[in-house]
């Protein structure tokens, strides 16, 4: 498993250097990864390379996302497939979790105006049912 992590300013990228995420994996990650969720409270998770999520890879990132929050950071995703947007869009959880195409506008997305980030997200919701 290869779990590259970089740091943009006070942002934090990993790039989780999977192709599928399921039951046979999603606990090693989550070994891997506590440790920068441990340390770090803005955090980008790059999927630029996965291809197949499951039901048990939806509740790492939703593990993930709450262990930020309750540090008090935020977690959003970047580069994901046409098929694991379409899982993440089939379970809704593109409502609980900031999907973004590029790590530059996750990482951008920071630093953006919070009354400018509920707006975009309520003219998103509009646009995704």
């Not at 399921?22 to 920068?36: F, H, R």
């Not at 930020?68 to 593109?94: I, T």
């Amino acid at each position: 498993m290869e779990l590259t992590v970089q740091s943009i300013g006070d942002v934090t990228i990993v790039d989780l250097g999977v192709e599928e995420l399921d039951a046979g994996n999603t606990v090693p990650l989550k070994e891997y990864v506590a440790p920068v969720l441990d340390v770090h409270f803005k955090v980008v998770l790059d999927l630029n390379r996965m291809r197949f999520v499951d039901s048990s890879g939806l509740g790492f990132f939703l593990s993930c996302l709450r262990k930020v929050k309750a540090a008090g950071g935020d977690l959003k995703l970047c580069g994901m497939s046409k098929p694991v947007r379409a899982v993440f869009e089939l379970v809704k959880m593109h409502r609980i979790l900031e999907i973004h195409s590029t790590r530059e506008e996750a990482v951008r997305a920071f630093h953006s105006d919070p009354s400018d980030r509920i707006d975009s997200n309520r003219h998103s919701a509009n646009q995704n049912p």
